[in-house]
């Protein structure tokens, strides 16, 4: 297994600027709704997409663990450690992503339910959910072909939402196509208890992965690599086809537009999310006592 290099001090950032891939926004109304099953990546009733070009500037954080370059600052830097306390928070409205100093001190997730709909503007598309977003910022520019995998414990305390990972790819790791990739919460294997808690785990070569949007087969245009999870057919599928497709993808920080992600913010390029962009009358709670990212473990405070 690959051993990631160690982490680098913050660094600021330069941009490079170019067209990126045009990227499903959301246009629906917010629908209140308790169910699972919509097109963002939480579930929820949600309207059509409608296709927009989103020609953000490059704002990635050049000292991940893959190198990179970039400019301009960004609300994220790639941590001194490893740990959770070092979590990028990127959340959304009435929601949170925080580890509370103190010894053992778990990642907490946290989403409120609003007694009224808070105002459009928290997310690139027009969501007005409550979604917790914890993001891993220092494995800028890793490459999928060297991602083995992702794996969290976690406690249920509240709620019907559940934890689901997200992933933003650079499918030639130069600023200028980048995907959603999504291991929503049916996709998940049965979790393996231990310790208390539920160890999830996420690998390139399981067929848990979507795409927001879906993916197109470049060799053939009326085929997909990777289907969107709210899709018709929303089944997953391995990131090898991406992989072999896309030789050069890798992870990437970057402000890409993706309707569920925070707006005007570089998210980080891995992330562990709760809740919704369309839901807000939904109250979940989890608890996240340990991440590895290959042979990165991250732990609570000592």
């Known amino acids: 297994m690959r051993r990631l290099v160690p982490f680098l001090s913050a660094l600021l950032v330069a941009c490079s600027g170019g067209d990126k891939a045009p990227d499903n926004v959301d246009t629906d109304v917010v629908i209140p709704d308790d169910t699972f099953g919509g097109s963002d990546d939480s579930g929820g009733a949600v309207d059509t997409d409608v296709v927009a070009d989103t020609d953000a500037p490059d704002t990635d954080n050049g000292s991940g663990h893959g190198g990179g370059g970039g400019g301009g600052s960004i609300s994220c830097t790639t941590p001194s450690a490893l740990g959770l306390s070092y979590v990028c928070e990127l959340s959304v409205n ?33 969501g007005r959910g409550n979604r917790s977003i914890a993001g891993f910022h220092g494995y800028n520019r890793l490459k999928l072909s060297d991602l083995d995998e992702i794996t969290f414990d976690a406690l249920k305390i509240s709620g019907s939402y559940s934890v689901e990972l997200g992933l933003q790819a650079d499918l030639e790791c130069d600023s200028m196509t980048l995907v959603y990739l999504t291991v929503v919460t049916t996709s998940f294997a049965a979790p393996v208890p231990v310790d208390g808690h539920d160890r999830y785990r996420a690998r390139p070569d399981q067929a848990l992965w979507n795409a927001q949007g879906g993916l197109v087969d470049p060799s053939n245009p009326f085929g997909f690599l990777l289907n969107d999870p709210g899709a018709t057919d929303p089944t997953p599928n391995t990131l090898s086809p991406l992989i072999a497709a896309y030789p050069n993808a890798c992870v990437h920080n970057f402000n890409a537009g993706f309707r569920d992600l925070p707006n005007g913010s570089a998210a980080s390029g891995i992330l562990l999310t709760l809740g919704s962009s369309v839901q807000y009358l939904q109250r979940a709670q989890w608890e996240i006592y340990r991440v590895q990212i290959n042979d990165d473990v991250l732990l609570p405070p000592p």
């Open 94 to 126: 009435a929601a949170s992503a925080k580890t509370i100093t103190g010894h053992g001190n778990p990642l907490v997730l946290d989403v409120i339910a609003s007694t009224s709909a808070p105002a459009i503007g928290g997310y690139n598309g027009n």
